[in-house]
């Protein structure tokens, strides 16, 4: 079972450095911090030319990761720019158009930000686990209460 976000963005002004700044404000968002160093790697996807696999800095302590600091990397997702191909069977002209996509691993982000060492753990249905994370049952963020809250 693979639980992954994908974005896909097409328009007539969109470039790399948009999609270079969306990453880069999602993983500050999301990790809760400003200090978030990203990698950009050469990579090969299917549907996006060209296409990069994304690194962020971090550093290991007692067997746990800590994002935004340390001299570490991490790959944490795929993207790149569209390919012309498809920009074109979506019915537009690429010559016009461009556009990004990436795509992530909600249960990699998760691992990330929670410190959670293993994945088996996300399908064993314990509630103990949840509560030890601070997940509760039904609870659903909202952009008042903030991430973590």
Not at 44 to 61: A, G, L, Q, R
Not at 133 to 142: H, I, K, M, Q, S
Request: charged residues 25%.
């Amino acid at each position: 079972m693979f639980h992954q976000v994908e974005a896909l963005v097409i328009d007539e002004h969109t470039h790399m450095g948009h999609l270079k700044w969306t990453l880069e404000e999602f993983c500050k968002a999301f990790f809760e911090t400003e200090n978030v160093k990203m990698r950009f790697r050469a990579s090969h996807f299917p549907f996006t030319e060209p296409s990069m696999e994304v690194d962020i800095n971090c550093s290991w302590e007692g067997g746990q990761v800590k994002v935004g600091e340390g001299d570490d990397w991490l790959e944490i997702l795929g993207s790149g720019m569209v390919h012309p191909n498809v920009i074109r069977a979506g019915g537009l002209n690429p010559d016009r158009y461009q556009g990004y996509a990436f795509g992530i691993g909600l249960d990699r982000l998760a691992m990330l930000k929670y410190g959670i060492p293993d994945l088996r753990a996300f399908f064993e249905a314990d509630l103990r686990w949840l509560r030890h994370y601070g997940f509760r049952a039904l609870d659903v963020p909202t952009l008042s209460g903030g991430l973590s809250a």
